[in-house]
């Protein structure tokens, strides 16, 4: 056997018995669709600190709950469902499936990091983890949360722009939709009773959405001390992201990379965008269908400080 071989081994052999205890306060975004996550992910990965994979944790999370689990469906994971075997599997996945898709990606990732030897400062901004909070204060009790927001006008135009993108879909319920009869897709994570909202007009579905993804998290985030969450605005971080990229630094305690001060100064677009954004876009796009749904959002936009004119 070689010695590349025998490595393997050992390494399988302890992968089941580690408890994955080298998170050192992880860091999670929490924001609702559509609302800059990417964006500001790939400025957080790019701090010295720093130890991610460039994609979202979905996988993990369906391995270990998935959405036949419950009745209804969803993509709500709480405290309830946390044991010490669950909260040990899932820092197992986080950790595994990080390290399987840096090598994936050629990013750094050496021999110490596939043994999980030492601490990492792990970013992650899954957006279904605006129904996890719960459970990760039970895992990480040390995490930190950068609780992004956007104008939920922009945010629920940017998701009716990107409903039926490939990207966005859920793959995974097309089964209870059939079986209700309806033909419409679900995109994004799926709040508690999302098959109410099947057959309605998609900006209602996504105003629907959106309010769930935001008070499900505020809700869940009002219980974490103030020293571990940050609100950030998208539109401060798309005006001042040098400035933004400050603030967030010094609140979750990374060091200032040259790979930041590129990323500021160039803003490149996310991964995931549909169409470059720019000021008011959502007039341009969905003016008409927004308004419909203004009372719908009104209250919740005025809670998050935001003005409706």
């Known amino acids: 056997m070689t010695v590349r071989r025998e490595i393997k081994s050992f390494i399988?052999?302890?992968?089941?018995?580690?408890?994955?205890?080298?998170?050192?306060?992880?860091?999670?975004?929490?924001?609702?669709?559509?609302?800059?996550?990417?964006?500001?992910?790939?400025?957080?990965?790019?701090?010295?600190?720093?130890?991610?994979?460039?994609?979202?944790?979905?996988?993990?999370?369906?391995?270990?709950?998935?959405?036949?689990?419950?009745?209804?469906?969803?993509?709500?994971?709480?405290?309830?469902?946390?044991?010490?075997?669950?909260g040990q599997r899932l820092r197992r996945g986080l950790y595994r499936y990080t390290v399987w898709m840096r090598q994936a990606r050629d990013l750094e990732c050496d021999f110490i990091d596939r043994l999980a030897l030492r601490p990492v400062r792990y970013v992650d901004k899954t957006i279904a983890n605006c129904f996890h909070i719960e459970f990760l204060e039970r895992v990480f009790p040390d995490a930190r949360y950068l609780y992004l927001l956007r104008d939920g006008r922009a945010t629920i135009s940017s998701m009716m722009e990107g409903w039926t993108d490939p990207r966005f879909g859920k793959q995974a319920l097309q089964r209870y939709i059939d079986q209700m009869g309806h033909t419409m897709q679900w995109a994004y994570p799926a709040p508690p009773h999302w098959r109410d909202q099947l057959g309605r007009p998609l900006e209602e579905v996504c105003a629907w959405s959106w309010c769930e993804h935001v008070r499900t998290a505020a809700r869940q985030l009002a219980d974490?001390?103030?020293?571990?969450?940050?609100?950030?605005?998208?539109?401060?971080?798309?005006?001042?992201?040098?400035?933004?990229?400050?603030?967030?630094?010094?609140?979750?305690?990374?060091?200032?990379?040259?790979?930041?001060?590129?990323?500021?100064?160039?803003?490149?677009?996310?991964?995931?965008?549909?169409?470059?954004?720019?000021?008011?876009?959502?007039?341009?796009?969905?003016?008409d269908a927004i308004g419909r749904i203004l009372p719908t959002i009104s209250d919740m936009m005025a809670a998050l400080g935001y003005a409706v004119d």
């Open 12 to 86: 399988g052999a302890i992968d089941g018995i580690r408890p994955y205890r080298v998170f050192d306060r992880p860091l999670f975004v929490i924001s609702a669709p559509r609302s800059g996550s990417t964006f500001l992910f790939d400025m957080l990965s790019r701090f010295k600190e720093s130890w991610a994979a460039p994609v979202e944790m979905d996988e993990v999370w369906w391995s270990l709950f998935p959405y036949d689990r419950s009745d209804p469906p969803s993509d709500y994971v709480g405290a309830a469902e946390h044991t010490g075997r669950s």
């Open 224 to 287: 974490v001390p103030a020293d571990r969450k940050m609100i950030v605005r998208y539109e401060d971080v798309l005006a001042a992201p040098r400035e933004s990229a400050a603030r967030i630094a010094a609140f979750c305690q990374l060091s200032w990379a040259p790979a930041v001060t590129e990323f500021v100064n160039a803003r490149p677009l996310s991964r995931t965008t549909v169409s470059a954004p720019t000021p008011d876009k959502w007039r341009r796009l969905h003016r």
